[in-house]
């Protein structure tokens, strides 16, 4: 790899290909930039295409809560580990509608529902369309979580008003087989193949810390940034650590990394929603002002996330305010 010193800041542009490319090995070079290079770079990408003092919030809901048949090496909801969580059977409308109104109140512009499936039967997908309807009738942009879609899955949730569907590739391709066994990389590409195609916004990002080095999370945003298009949004979430998963113990990744990573992921995503996801309630209000600096502009926003905490509201007010953040 290209040492610190000889990389000009003007060079590492995407490739000149009819369809946006980025070479890993470019993403590669972007991450071993000093430090104060890549995030002025990406400080500069990102005023090109949005406001730099704005950040948008979601606020995410489990609707249905553990008991995955899936085996995702960092999830505290597969029933493969004995994580202690509670399960929770999908969640009725009215409760649902109580947390959106809620979310509402606090001021999110997006809510979020999150299910524990590998995928969803065409029978539960019925009331979660309802959800979605419902929700969207609050003024609320909606997004929904729910593993791998069947055919004509993504249409019925787009008709019934859905603005995104969140399908992250999680980790790149050569360590989600080290991650994730009962599905691969390729099924969750061919998900996001079908919300895009049935017109849904596409949310898909990944987690960081799981043990891979620099050049596999280079390989995670390459893999991210060359999708056509990119992702309209991209959760980066920092693992949290979950006790009696397979990823419990793993060394976390040095912040900086992490703040890396954003900058990365901006330069390579201009025009994408860079969201600093999980992980959060982990991080100094400084390293968050970082991100933001790197070119973070969304956030989820509330006291939960789907099974773990998250910064309380009033304290991502104080943050805002501190840094002069309007939230959008
Ligand atoms: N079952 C669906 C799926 O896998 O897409 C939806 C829910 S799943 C919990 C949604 C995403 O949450 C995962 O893809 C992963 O990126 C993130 N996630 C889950 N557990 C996490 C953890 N412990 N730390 C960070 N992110 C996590
Ligand atoms: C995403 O990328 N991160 C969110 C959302 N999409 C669904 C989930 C984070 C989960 C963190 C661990 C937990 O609370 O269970
Ligand atoms: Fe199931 Fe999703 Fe957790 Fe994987 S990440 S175990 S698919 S809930």
Redesign the pocket.
């Known amino acids: 790899m290209t040492s610190h010193a000889t990389i000009p800041l003007t060079t590492l542009r995407p490739r000149q290909t009819p369809v946006q490319c980025w070479p890993v090995e470019d993403i590669e070079a972007l991450f071993a930039l000093p430090f104060n290079d890549l995030v002025f770079r990406a400080q500069q990408v990102h005023r090109e295409h949005f406001d730099p003092n704005a950040v948008q919030r979601s606020t995410l809901l489990s609707i249905k809560t553990g008991g ?1 048949s ?1 085996d ?1 090496g ?4 597969s029933a493969r580990y004995d994580t202690g969580l509670e399960r929770q059977r999908l969640l009725p409308l009215d409760e649902v509608l109580e947390n959106a109104r809620a979310a509402k109140a606090k001021g999110a512009s997006r809510f979020c529902m ?5 995928g969803p039967k065409d029978s539960d997908l019925e009331p979660v369309l309802e959800m979605v309807r419902e929700v969207k009738k609050l003024g609320l942009e909606t997004c929904v ?4 879609l069947k055919d004509g899955q993504a249409e019925r949730l787009k008709d019934a008003g859905l603005d995104y569907y ?3 590739i ?1 980790t790149a391709p050569e360590h989600y087989g080290k991650v994730i066994t009962t599905h691969t990389l390729q099924d ?1 590409l061919d998900t996001l193949d079908k919300v895009r195609n049935a017109g849904v916004n596409v949310c898909c ?3 960081i810390g799981m043990g891979e080095g620099q050049k596999s999370r280079a390989a995670l945003v390459a893999e991210l940034a060359n999708m056509t298009p990119p992702p309209d949004s991209v ?1 980066i ?6 006790e009696g ?1 397979p ?1 419990a113990d793993v060394e976390g990744i040095d912040p900086l990394d992490f703040v890396r990573t954003i900058a990365v992921a901006r330069i390579t995503m201009p025009k994408s929603y860079v969201r600093l ?3 959060r309630q982990q991080m100094s209000d400084e390293m968050q002002a970082l991100c933001f600096l790197a070119g973070a502009n969304s956030i989820f926003y509330g006291e939960r ?4 905490d998250n910064p309380d509201a009033g304290g991502d007010e104080a943050l805002f305010a501190r840094l002069g953040i309007k939230a959008i």
């Open positions: 995955c899936e995702c960092y999830c505290s909801q999150g299910a524990a499936w590998r979580t729910l593993g791998m969140n399908h992250n999680d969750r990002g990944g987690i959760p979430n920092n693992l949290v650590a979950i998963t990823l996801s999980a992980g996330l789907l099974t773990t």
